[in-house]
């Protein structure tokens, strides 16, 4: 990673930004720039050897040739896939089709085959069917001395066009061979390591010299060190002695290792019954490939690498392939921004996760309404902003226009003064989220008792004026914290003098709907929404809203001060100061980050993000700046743990730093391209211990990086431990957002 530092002075000093003519005291510090260079992408291509065979999809072992074509050994027999083929071919037939257990390449290009019957070879499109070793074969090892193959009744060496059976007294049960390149050979059994040669053999099987003696995995790392993995873990030893281990806690996300394989840079891969995990030698970092994000089936048997460094996996049910690709930061922007606008946008504008009507099949998706179409079309508002602000793309700009004409058509087609919907749908949709329907009386006494603020809304959908749409009602609170950082994004970046007045206007009506109503969102009943309460009656004097004082008294103050920002109306002025000076909403906003554990949830880091902006930027009064300063300092400082880009970049944009700039390029880099919500579950893992931080609510796992959790949309818990629906493709908005962010604050630099 290429990070430019510049120290600048550690005093008080005016700095204009350059792009809005704004003046903003900064207590600078350090200050960095990653330059963005190419890295490498991974991402997973996987295959089924047979649609309808299970045996053919039991995959044992994989190996590739000089022309890239893949090799397996399957229960069903030996397959071959060509570099340019996706099909699968069966090389051995007929009589003699049967279980493989072992494909290999030697040096000259030829296919060795372990199965059920017979040692084959493949060589320039003849395959041999070989007389000497006496079958099932298990194994085979190419050396510089000859071929062995290995099974439960010996083992065999090929050497100058005849078999030699070696008396090598080793247990029967072979798992694992490798070559020691000195004429000798490593095998791993059920009981032990040996190590035979034609003087001795010698037998490992000591507590000391193996984390067990259930032996699959055996390599060597660049050193010349030998990785044994066995049941429980791996042993690091040298020529005579065990001198390292890694364990479950060390990485291993699951202690039934099946084989152990360096990569060409010297990265070791280890296949488990539960996933992969890559370790650099000398390092304590390790990375984790698991879930059909990244593999077939979880249960891994043997990996080999091709001529370009991707990984081929076999796996219990198909093929899975890790490849690798360069890319820049913007290349992977163009990329997210061209599946974002093919993928995830619907009519009249909205911007959203979609439907994959067969789960984890892209090629099945349609659009789907959510709860938060409002909210997400706002993140992409904001997105499109950054991006126009950075380009000065005409693109960008219309696009955020249409962003914003769907979010003043939410207030519009509701015809309730001020009041927004959550979403619109065609009216021809039959079905939708939360359909509307009844509750009994004991039905709602059911829901009242378990929540007494529960609010059963028994029609959530409306038809509009104009007949063309259905419109979802019972907004809430995190749909307008939403939509206030996309609008405070279009009003500060994009919009011209007639847009910002359009903002002004639509924006006011919203806030004069809240000041009417005791700042509460009323909806078509009469009655506030289930979430739409800042009321000082309810949230300083009804107990049941103690958990939501703190954050919806911060937005309320956001809201009017943005509306009395774009406005200059005093009524809004006048009614943010008697909030604070004699409803007490600042003294209720410090409570945030000291609440009650019980009332925590995740997304509540990223509604005090949407509101802080106004709040930093537009506040005047010095001694309440401070104040507002000091409860963002506070906020970045308990989440920058996340290692969150948004977090980040937000907390920058605000501050005038590059604060956690190293954690926010290893996001953006690792972050999969693949955007289906796979299921991901972490709590599985015996690397990571299940907790209840820092959510006490959920059940969760320490932060791992983002190609290790489920797809990211910023309300979901990264930290959750079972997650995912992969019948869901989520919009990549959550990366082009602070990754615009970055390049906006410079703190990106692009060639």
């Known amino acids: 990673m290429k990070i430019v530092c510049f120290l600048v002075s550690c005093f008080l000093f005016f700095s204009c930004n350059e792009r809005t003519g704004e003046y903003k005291n900064d207590l600078a510090t350090e200050f960095s720039v990653y330059s963005d260079t190419p890295f490498e992408q991974e991402y997973h291509e996987g295959f089924l050897v047979a649609e309808n065979s299970s045996d053919a999809n039991n995959v044992r072992a994989i190996s590739v040739d000089s022309d890239a074509n893949i090799w397996i050994a399957t229960k069903d027999g030996i397959y071959q896939k060509k570099a340019t083929d996706p099909g699968w071919r069966l090389i051995i037939d007929n009589v003699d089709q049967g279980p493989a257990y072992d494909v290999a390449l030697d040096a000259s290009g030829t296919v060795w085959m372990a199965t059920w019957n017979a040692i084959y070879t493949h060589k320039s499109g003849e395959v041999v069917k070989m007389k000497g070793p006496k079958p099932p074969i298990a194994k085979i090892v190419c050396a510089e001395e000859g071929i062995y193959a290995l099974g439960p009744h010996g083992i065999w060496l090929f050497t100058e066009g005849a078999w030699e059976k070696k008396n090598f007294d080793s247990a029967r049960s072979i798992r694992a061979a490798l070559s020691d390149n000195n004429e000798g050979l490593w095998i791993g059994t059920d009981v032990g390591l040996y190590h035979c040669s034609d003087n001795e053999t010698t037998v490992y099987q000591k507590n000391g010299d193996l984390v067990s003696a259930y032996v699959k995995g055996l390599d060597y790392d660049d050193e010349g060190k030998l990785w044994v993995g066995s049941m429980g873990g791996i042993a ?20 039934h290792i099946n084989v152990v394989k360096k990569a060409p840079n010297g990265t070791i891969w ?131 226009k249409k962003a914003f004409d769907f979010l003043h058509y939410l207030r519009e087609v509701t015809e309730i003064d001020g009041f927004f919907a959550r979403t ?65 994004c279009y009003y500060t970046l994009v919009a011209d003098s007639k847009e910002k007045e359009r903002v002004a206007n639509h924006f006011s009506k919203i806030m004069d709907h809240l000041i009417a109503n005791d700042f509460n969102l009323i909806g078509v009943d009469g009655k506030h929404t289930k979430w739409g309460v800042w009321s000082p009656q309810m949230l300083n004097h009804d107990p049941e809203w103690a958990s939501e004082k703190a954050l919806n008294s911060l937005e309320l103050l956001s809201f009017l001060k943005f509306t009395y920002h774009i406005t200059k109306n005093e009524k809004y002025q006048n009614e943010y100061l008697q909030l604070i000076n004699e409803e007490g909403y600042l003294e209720n906003a410090k409570l945030l980050h000291h609440t009650n554990p019980a009332w925590e949830t995740y997304f509540d880091i990223y509604m005090a993000l949407y509101v802080y902006p106004p709040l930093i930027k537009y506040e005047d009064d010095p001694q309440i700046q401070r104040e507002y300063e000091n409860h963002l300092n506070e906020w970045f400082e308990k989440n920058r743990k996340t290692k969150s880009p948004f977090v980040n970049f937000a907390y920058n944009y605000l501050s005038g730093g590059s604060d956690e700039l190293d954690a926010s390029i290893a996001f953006l880099k690792d972050a999969p391209l693949d955007l289906i919500d796979w299921h991901i579950d972490n709590g599985k893992r015996e690397d990571l211990k299940v907790v209840r931080k820092p959510i006490l609510e959920e059940l969760q796992v320490a932060l791992r990086p983002p190609s290790e959790y489920r797809t990211v949309r910023w309300d979901n818990n990264i930290y959750e431990a079972v997650t995912g629906n992969p019948s869901q493709e989520k919009e990549p908005v959550y990366w082009l957002l602070p990754y615009w962010m970055g390049r906006y604050q410079n703190l990106i630099e692009t060639k």
Request: hydrophobic share 30%.
């Open 270 to 400: 280890v296949g488990t019954n539960y996933g992969i995990t890559r370790f650099n030698p000398g390092e304590k970092e390790y990375s984790v490939r698991l879930s059909s994000r990244w593999l077939m089936n979880n249960e891994v048997r043997d990996i080999a690498f091709d001529n370009e460094g991707n990984a081929w996996i076999a796996t219990a049910k198909g093929v899975s392939a890790i490849k690798k690709k360069q890319m820049t930061l913007k290349s992977k922007a163009d990329f997210f921004y061209n599946k974002l606008i093919q993928r995830h946008v619907r009519e009249p504008w909205i911007v959203g996760r979609s439907k994959l009507t067969v789960p984890g099949d892209s090629t099945t998706i349609v659009p789907e309404d959510d709860d938060n179409d409002g909210e997400y079309t706002a993140m992409y508002l904001a997105m499109e902003s950054f991006r126009y602000a950075v380009t000065k793309s005409p693109e960008a700009k219309e696009r955020a």
């Open 424 to 488: 619109i749908i065609p009216v021809s949709w039959e079905d939708s989220h939360d359909m509307n329907r009844t509750y009994t009386p004991r039905e709602l006494a059911e829901e009242i008792v378990r929540n007494p603020r529960q609010k059963p809304v028994e029609k959530r959908w409306h038809i509009s004026k104009d007949g063309k749409w259905k419109w979802k009602g019972d907004t809430s609170s995190d749909e307008l914290c939403g939509h206030l950082f996309g609008y405070y």
């Open 236 to 255: 690091i030893r040298n020529a005579t002695e065990k001198i390292g281990e890694k364990l479950p806690q060390d990485g291993l996300p699951n202690a």
